[in-house]
């Protein structure tokens, strides 16, 4: 059975390789993309591709987002790395100021509060990125310390905030 969050306006499910024509509209915008750390500018089809295989669920759950059928964004809370499980998300901007990161953002905590055993997430922003840093205030996280992250898309260095939302007493 596929794994889907719904909330009163949005679908999340896994990544699926039909899904690969809607992901690359949304990163063929430049300004999606430059607040994202790994995903390049101009698009490239065959990275989409390679990112549109379905997540192993051992690791986390991320996938597109949906309103009313059509793909809005993408979220997901990923432990691919020693440093635990990270929060990422990308909205199309004819959805930015609707509170979809936000709304679906809450549905995908709890549920990885209830399916893993993570004592915290991570989350980070890029400075010039004003909104992710309100989202993630929204959801709870807590800003820890500044850095330098890599951004593909700019081809550059960026300064990144860095944020965690620890397990609660009672998730």
Not at 78 to 91: T, V
Not at 130 to 148: H, M, N, Q, W, Y
């Given at each position: 059975m596929?794994?889907?969050?719904?909330?009163?306006r949005?679908m999340?499910?896994?990544?699926?390789?039909?899904?690969?024509?809607?992901?690359?509209?949304?990163?063929?915008?430049?300004?999606v993309?430059?607040?994202?750390?790994?995903?390049?500018?101009?698009?490239?089809?065959a990275?989409t591709?390679?990112?549109?295989?379905?997540?192993?669920?051992?690791?986390?759950l991320?996938?597109?987002?949906?309103?009313?059928?059509q793909?809005v964004?993408?979220?997901?809370?990923?432990?691919?790395?020693?440093?635990?499980?990270?929060?990422?998300?990308?909205?199309?901007?004819?959805h930015?100021?609707?509170?979809?990161?936000?709304e679906?953002?809450?549905?995908?905590?709890?549920?990885?509060?209830?399916h893993?055993d993570?004592?915290?997430i991570?989350?980070?922003?890029?400075?010039?990125?004003?909104?992710?840093?309100?989202?993630?205030?929204?959801?709870?996280?807590?800003?820890?310390?500044?850095?330098?992250?890599?951004?593909?898309?700019?081809?550059?260095?960026?300064?990144?905030?860095?944020f965690?939302?620890?397990?609660?007493?009672?998730?």
């Amino acid at each position: 059975m596929m794994t889907r969050l719904i909330t009163d306006r949005l679908m999340l499910r896994r990544t699926q390789p039909a899904d690969v024509d809607a992901f690359h509209a949304l990163v063929s915008h430049f300004d999606v993309v430059r607040m994202t750390a790994s995903w390049p500018w101009p698009a490239d089809p065959a990275y989409t591709k390679s990112r549109c295989a379905p997540c192993d669920p051992a690791v986390g759950l991320a996938g597109p987002v949906f309103r009313h059928g059509q793909l809005v964004g993408a979220m997901g809370i990923m432990s691919r790395e020693e440093n635990g499980p990270e929060l990422g998300y990308m909205f199309a901007p004819a959805h930015w100021g609707k509170g979809y990161a936000t709304e679906m953002g809450v549905q995908l905590i709890a549920y990885v509060w209830a399916h893993y055993d993570w004592d915290a997430i991570r989350a980070t922003a890029f400075e010039d990125n004003p909104a992710s840093v309100r989202v993630l205030d929204k959801l709870g996280f807590t800003e820890t310390c500044p850095t330098i992250g890599r951004c593909r898309a700019r081809n550059g260095d960026v300064p990144l905030r860095s944020f965690t939302l620890p397990r609660p007493v009672n998730p």
